[in-house]
């Protein structure tokens, strides 16, 4: 039988989420920091809630896309927060992208409620928000994991069950590891093929169903050639992701020198007011460097 669900986050990826979950037919409750974010679900047949706990005591299902753990904290901690809501047989389910070690002590809490919590970050960007297939990571037992699956299908088509509470952070923490050096390749790619007066078109056209393609290369490729920087995922987030890994890789020893090598390039960029453009706007660090721009005549 289906249940109520909250969803608290209306943001870039929140309100494709969302929104998908109304398509599907199921019974959704909405609250963002920023009313007006609300009005296009309500408008779809979402219900508009004053605060997050009134989200909790409405919703035995509630989920969180926000953008950073002093965001979740807020969401749960904050004066009408979500734990004054949450009861026996509660779940909430955190889509957001936020610290492991500190998803574990939500989760606790949570516990302590008579609740229960996955964690469970999200990748495919604003697209795949949209259009309903995104991949998740899940963190959590076996059978919170499979009461939030039939909801959970309604915007992923990759679900994955990866291990314990936690466990869907740091295999997020794998993803972005994985995004950012493939955006490299790609920035470096199209860069060398613009100083080699390639058609950008043809060469994409020729590398990406090969060994060399990847999900980065085919959806912001073009964009990069059309100096389209509009976010799937700006680079203020992903400075945000790369912060986590970089501060998890230290904590189990893990090298990670291509990742700090981003980190620092998108810094740069932010430094430059760019932090709201698509990370793919990473070639601009290499094109300042160069003096070359990817897509000029």
């Not at 398509?23 to 309500?42: I, Q, Y």
């Not at 090969?210 to 100096?227: H, K, V, Y």
């Amino acid at each position: 039988m289906s249940e109520r669900i909250g969803f608290v986050g209306l943001g870039i990826m929140g309100a494709g989420m969302a929104s998908n979950l109304i398509e599907k037919g199921h019974d959704v409750v909405v609250w963002n920091r920023t009313a007006s974010r609300m009005e296009p679900l309500v408008a779809a047949g979402a219900v508009a809630a004053t605060s997050p706990a009134e989200v909790g005591r409405l919703c035995p299902i509630v989920m969180i896309c926000v953008s950073d753990t002093p965001d979740v904290d807020a969401v749960l901690h904050s004066d009408d927060g979500l734990l004054g809501g949450v009861s026996v047989g509660s779940l909430v389910i955190d889509h957001s992208t936020i610290s492991p070690g500190a998803t574990v002590g939500f989760a606790e809490e949570v516990a302590g409620l008579g609740g229960s919590w996955i964690d469970a970050p999200v990748s495919g960007g604003s697209e795949g928000a949209a259009k309903g297939t995104l991949s998740i990571m899940v963190g959590g037992s076996e059978a919170a994991v499979e009461r939030a699956r039939p909801y959970m299908e309604a915007f992923g088509t990759t679900i994955t069950h990866v291990g314990p509470v936690g466990s869907g952070q740091q295999v997020k923490i794998v993803n972005q590891i994985l995004v950012v050096g493939s955006q490299l390749a790609v920035s470096e790619a199209l860069l060398f093929a613009q100083a080699s007066g390639l058609d950008l078109e043809a060469t994409l056209d020729a590398v990406k169903g090969g060994a060399a393609g990847s999900w980065m290369l085919a959806n912001r490729g073009p964009q990069m050639i059309e100096r389209d920087w509009r976010p799937g995922f700006t680079i203020d987030l992903q400075q945000k992701d790369l912060r986590l890994a970089l501060e998890a890789a230290d904590s189990v020893g893990s090298p990670i020198p291509g990742t700090a090598l981003v980190f620092q390039m998108y810094r740069a960029l932010q430094n430059e007011g760019l932090g709201g453009e698509g990370n793919h706007a990473l070639v601009k660090a290499l094109e300042k460097m160069s003096g070359i721009e990817v897509g000029s005549p």
